[in-house]
T-cell receptor, first 113, second 114 residues
Framework: AQSVTQLGSHVSVSEGALVLLRCNYS??????LFWYVQYPNQGLQLLLK??????LVKGINGFEAEFKKSETSFHLTKPSAHMSDAAEYFC???????????FGQGTRLTINP | KAGVTQTPRYLIKTRGQQVTLSCSPI?????VSWYQQTPGQGLQFLFE???????NKGNFPGRFSGRQFSNSRSEMNVSTLELGDSALYLC?????????????FGNGTRLTVT
C-alpha cells in the first residue's frame, strides 16, 4: 500500500527565505503525487501535481516540486517566502488509478517577519 | 463556476445520535470523495462515488455510509455517533474520477460529538 511521510510537522522560515517542505512516498507502482495547501477554516487547495510528465512541476503561488524516483521524494520549494504562505501543507499519493488519496501528516509553515 | 459546497458548516451532536452531511460538487463533476480530518489521524479517506456507484471505501466501520444522487450531489451519514467521530469532514469532487485527477475540496463540515 502507498504511504507518505512528511519530514517536519512544523517548519518556520523568515520572510524572503527559501521554503523547503519534504515529502517521501512509498509506492509499488509509478505514483501520482500531489501537494495541497490548507488555510485556517478552509478546505484543501491544489498547489501542484506530478503525473509522470516533467519531473520538475510548477504550481501556483510560485511553488514547485521535483519528483526524484531514486530517492522516492517529492519535495516542495519556493525561492522566497511570503507572509501569505503561512498555512498547512499536505503531500499526497494516489493509490494506483483510483480516485483515492493517501495523505501525509502535514507540515505547518510559519513565516517570520 | 461555483466551488464544492458543503452544508452545514458546523454541527453539534450527542453520542448515540446520527448525522447526515451534504455535499454539492462542482457542476459537471461526477466523482465525489469524502475525507475525515482529525488532529490525531490526519486526513483519512472515507469513500468515493462515481455516477451514483461507490467505487472505493476506506477503512471505517459500517456506521459510516454515503450515497450519491443522479445530479452528483452526495450525502454521508454517520449513525450511533461516538466521541471519536468529532472531526472536520471534507468533501471533494473531480471530473474524471481517476488517480491523476486533482480533487477540488469544499470547506468542510465540522462535527462535534458531546
Amino acid at each position: 500500500a502507498q504511504s507518505v511521510t512528511q519530514l517536519g510537522s512544523h517548519v518556520s522560515v523568515s520572510e524572503g527565505a527559501l521554503v523547503l517542505l519534504r515529502c517521501n512516498y512509498s509506492s509499488s507502482v509509478p505514483p501520482y503525487l500531489f501537494w495541497y495547501v490548507q488555510y485556517p477554516n478552509q478546505g484543501l487547495q491544489l498547489l501542484l501535481k506530478y503525473t509522470s510528465a516533467a519531473t520538475l512541476v510548477k504550481g501556483i503561488n510560485g511553488f514547485e516540486a521535483e519528483f526524484k524516483k531514486s530517492e522516492t521524494s517529492f519535495h516542495l520549494t519556493k525561492p522566497s517566502a511570503h507572509m501569505s504562505d503561512a498555512a498547512e501543507y499536505f503531500c499526497a499519493v494516489s493509490e494506483g488509478g483510483a480516485q483515492k488519496l493517501v495523505f501525509g501528516q502535514g507540515t505547518r509553515l510559519t513565516i517570520n517577519p | 463556476k461555483a466551488g464544492v459546497t458543503q452544508t452545514p458548516r458546523y454541527l453539534i451532536k450527542t453520542r448515540g445520535q446520527q448525522v447526515t452531511l451534504s455535499c454539492s460538487p462542482i457542476s459537471g463533476h461526477r466523482s465525489v470523495s469524502w475525507y475525515q480530518q482529525t488532529p490525531g489521524q490526519g486526513l483519512q479517506f472515507l469513500f468515493e462515488y462515481f455516477s451514483e456507484t461507490q467505487r472505493n471505501k476506506g477503512n471505517f466501520p459500517g456506521r459510516f455510509s454515503g450515497r450519491q444522487f443522479s445530479n452528483s450531489r452526495s450525502e454521508m451519514n454517520v449513525s450511533t455517533l461516538e466521541l471519536g467521530d468529532s472531526a472536520l469532514y471534507l468533501c471533494a469532487s473531480s471530473f474524471r474520477g481517476q488517480g491523476d485527477s486533482p480533487l477540488h475540496f469544499g470547506n468542510g463540515t465540522r462535527l462535534t460529538v458531546t
